[in-house]
């Protein structure tokens, strides 16, 4: 089992693409590059799920 998936070594981060050719990943890539800039967002659904196939474990809609 990769260290990645131990607990206490998960990162929280969000998904930008998922199921993108290789050239389809590259140019997405270098898009964010380019465009990447600080912002302010609300986070409206936290998820956990497992990877390879994905499955999603539990989703939780966060209310204000």
């Not at 986070?43 to 204000?64: F, M, S």
């Amino acid at each position: 089992m990769s260290r990645y998936y131990q607990p206490m070594q998960w990162l929280p981060h969000i998904t930008l693409g998922k199921k993108l050719s290789k050239e389809q990943m590259q140019e997405a890539f270098s898009v964010m590059q380019e465009l990447f800039a600080p912002m302010e967002v609300t986070v409206a659904e936290i998820g956990l799920a497992k990877t390879n196939p994905h499955q999603d474990l539990i989703r939780v809609e966060l209310n204000d």
